[in-house]
């Protein structure tokens, strides 16, 4: 069991994601309860609640392609600690707001840093570890930042049952700002400040993103996580609780179950689903990502045709194992490709714009879904499995296009040819 948790990675790399996990765990502790505090503890309406919540992923959303052009430039190093040093004070900051101003200049400078950081990570990740390494690497980072926000969300629970007050609610926005600090501190003291590549010419910065847009395989790659992450991981996150509790026999406890053994799949298999999906070619390992989000979301669908409660329980659990596997194909096997087709020199833009491509999914899925929900709930499901069965079989086509380890290794050697 024990083996196949076995990375191989340099100890910067653990070092860097442990601090992730501390991270993460931070996180956790605030996430599930943002709202309630702003409405409850700091008497916001709801709907601006909401929006200042939103702000800090649309303020994340903006910063990430700056931050890709400062990766291009200078160290991930530095710039790290600086995201995380800001995202460290936005969030604490959150702990002393009592008009709606405040809490939406925290949201900025909170969700700034988190966009700076966020690619940063990737970047000072992919820059301390060899090519082959790449696939665990990420591996690594995902399965740190799930465990950090699920053990931070389990322990912010049972606080907020026991003390559901102001003090509370500031000493956890506090925790988590010092845990970014605590994580800016790792950074600084445990990790080298490596570079990929040597600095790029004027004339290669000057290109840009321009640049990168004439990368069609990569755009294509981009446009296909996007419609993934919004058909798998966005639908199930945001949209399967209110379907479950208004169209199927489960309820709040069940669909905590649910949750729990996604998230819990994820940080068990993830590293070693790494080493299947290195076994596999990248087109079919896509596809078969696909057909998993489509397979999983279709069978949300039975847990509609049963009265039982157990039964529902135990369909939709396969349906969070099902979506879990997908999961973890996918972020391995995208974010290497990625990193793959970079050139050195731009790598900080291509990472940035791949994370992008999170932002919107998980931003579109919720949408969409929501929109679905109350005119024609059924559809949500079916179309999207209809949508990630056509994603998976346009990236199956693109074959020897997509850059693969195991098609390099299979073509024979170009022999020398012999002067007559």
């Not at 994601?17 to 702003?38: K, S």
């Not at 479950?244 to 590293?271: L, R, S």
């Amino acid at each position: 069991m024990f083996a196949g948790w076995r990375t191989g990675l340099p100890r910067p790399v653990i070092v860097l994601q442990a601090g992730t996990a501390v991270n993460y765990f931070g996180t956790g502790l605030i996430l599930p309860f943002e709202i309630i505090y702003l409405h409850q503890a700091r008497g916001f309406p709801t709907a601006t609640a909401g929006l200042v919540l939103a702000a800090v992923m649309g303020t994340a959303a903006v910063v990430t392609p700056f931050s890709g052009a400062l990766l291009d430039r200078f160290r991930a190093k530095p710039i790290l600690i600086i995201g995380n040093l800001a995202s460290a004070l936005g969030y604490a900051g959150f702990a002393f707001v009592d008009r709606p101003w405040q809490a939406f200049v925290c949201s900025a400078v909170g969700g700034a840093g988190f966009g700076v950081a966020s690619t940063a990570n990737q970047v000072l990740s992919l820059t301390l570890v060899s090519a082959e390494q790449r696939a665990s690497s990420i591996a690594l980072r995902r399965v740190a930042g799930n465990f950090g926000l699920g053990s931070g969300a389990t322990v912010a629970g049972f606080i907020v049952a026991s003390a559901n007050d102001l003090r509370a609610f500031q000493a956890l926005y506090l925790f988590d700002g010092a845990t970014f600090a605590v994580f800016a501190l790792v950074v600084l003291v445990g990790i080298p400040n490596a570079r990929l590549a040597n600095a790029a010419s004027a004339s290669d910065r000057g290109t840009g993103f321009r640049s990168v847009a004439h990368d069609r395989l990569f755009l294509i790659l981009i446009a296909a996580n996007i419609v993934l992450i919004m058909t798998g991981g966005a639908l199930f996150s945001n949209i399967l609780a209110p379907f479950a509790k208004a169209h199927t026999p489960v309820g709040p406890d069940e669909i905590g179950v649910v949750f729990f053994i996604n998230t819990f799949f994820i940080v068990v298999a993830q590293i070693p689903a790494t080493r299947v999906v290195k076994r596999m070619r990248r087109t079919h390992a896509l596809a078969a990502t696909s057909a998993l989000f489509a397979i999983g979301l279709l069978a949300v669908l039975l847990a509609t045709l049963t009265s039982s409660t157990l039964s529902a329980t135990i369909v939709l659990a396969g349906v969070a194992i099902v979506i879990a596997i997908g999961e973890c194909a996918q972020f391995i096997v995208l974010g290497t490709i990625v990193a793959d087709l970079a050139p050195p020199h731009l790598l900080g833009r291509y990472m940035s714009l791949y994370g992008l491509s999170f932002t919107a999914g998980v931003a579109l899925g919720p949408a969409v879904g929501g929109a679905l929900l109350a005119t024609s709930p059924n559809a949500i499901w079916w179309g999207g499995a209809l949508a990630a069965a056509l994603i998976g079989a346009g990236l199956l086509r693109l074959g020897d296009r997509i850059p693969d380890p195991l098609l390099q290794a299979q073509r024979p050697p170009r022999l020398p040819q012999l002067d007559e």
